[in-house]
């Protein structure tokens, strides 16, 4: 078998944690902050784990991790 390649752009995008699950950067900070409410920035900070659908489509993506 042929080795499989990473998708370039999930690699920049996505961490696998020691347990296993898929962690991702906040969406919806890159622009558009005033019409935002304050409690959703705040919320929307650091980092967070994907759910586990999404996790199974983003695992296809990166084969080594």
């Given amino acids: 078998m042929p080795k499989l390649k990473t998708k370039s752009g999930a690699k920049k995008r996505f961490k696998v944690t020691a347990t296993g699950r898929v962690k991702v ?7 558009g902050m005033i019409k935002r409410t304050n409690k ?4 929307a900070r650091g980092t967070t784990v994907l759910s586990a659908p999404d996790e199974k489509i983003v695992k296809q993506f990166i084969p080594y991790m």
């Fill in 25 to 31: 950067a906040q969406a919806g900070k890159r622009h």
């Fill in 40 to 43: 959703f920035i705040r919320n």
